[in-house]
């Protein structure tokens, strides 16, 4: 089946500790995303990539870093710079950039004690 | 940078029955795509429906409906048939920047 993964679904880490959240598609995707989800709040972009080695800010990416090695994979770093980390972080993917509507996983909750 | 507004925070409807959901957005752009998502409490993301903002004839998508208003920059989506499964937060967004609304949660009453 295709679809688009994300690990852990729960999170937990110490303050000022960096923390890689791994997001992986097998639907032959230009486009990858991260987004976060706050309580209340919508999702607000962090990091976006339309293709392999290539990836622009969102609205909110102070304290984050990605990469984009494979066409598949969209790792996202919170770094000990982000002063709230704690959220709920959603990964989509599109055909390509985003005129074509966003295909997500099932996200992942990182808590920062 | 573009906005995209929801103005009910909260919405309730009869099962069986009928419920719009309002959003509006900002921007400067012609040529825009418009999607509404539904995040059930598994907070799965899932697209109910999308509009492309050159064609004028609303999208449909079984009992889920668009009301695409380009000069009001308004894009409603009408939930036909409530079923207790449509109960969830909807967001709608813009393609330009990938900006979603905060959303909107909709209990549906048995």
């Known amino acids: 089946d295709g679809g688009i993964t994300q690990s852990p679904k729960y999170l937990f880490r110490k303050e000022g500790q960096n923390v890689t959240l791994s997001c992986e598609q097998n639907?032959?995707?230009?486009?990858m995303y991260w987004y976060r989800q706050d309580p209340g709040q919508g999702l607000r972009l962090i990091y976006y990539?339309?293709?392999?080695?290539?990836?622009q800010k969102g609205d909110i990416a102070e304290g984050y870093s990605v990469s984009r090695e494979k066409k598949e994979s969209f790792p996202l770093t919170v770094t000990s710079a982000q002063k709230n980390p704690t959220a709920f972080y959603l990964c989509?993917?599109?055909?390509?950039?985003?005129?074509?509507?966003?295909?997500f996983g099932p996200g992942t909750r990182l808590t920062v004690t | 940078a573009q906005t995209v507004t929801q103005s009910q925070p909260e919405m309730s409807v009869q099962e069986a029955e009928t419920v719009t959901l309002s959003c509006t957005y900002d921007?400067?752009?012609?040529?825009?795509?418009l999607f509404w998502y539904k995040q059930p409490p598994s907070r799965q993301m899932i697209l109910v429906i999308r509009?492309?903002?050159?064609?004028?004839q609303n999208a449909t998508e079984n009992r889920f409906s668009v009301n695409f208003q380009k000069a009001a920059k308004s894009f409603s989506l009408k939930i036909s048939d409530s079923q207790l499964g449509d109960a969830a937060m909807y967001f709608c967004?813009?393609?330009?920047?990938?900006?979603f609304g905060a959303g909107t949660r909709l209990t549906v009453k048995p």
């Open positions: 989509a993917s599109s055909l390509s950039g985003s005129f074509y509507e966003q295909y």
């Open positions: 967004a813009y393609s330009g920047d990938m900006r």
């Open positions: 639907l032959n995707h230009d486009a």
């Open positions: 921007t400067s752009e012609s040529d825009y795509y």
């Open positions: 509009q492309e903002a050159y064609k004028q």
């Open positions: 990539s339309q293709i392999v080695n290539d990836f």
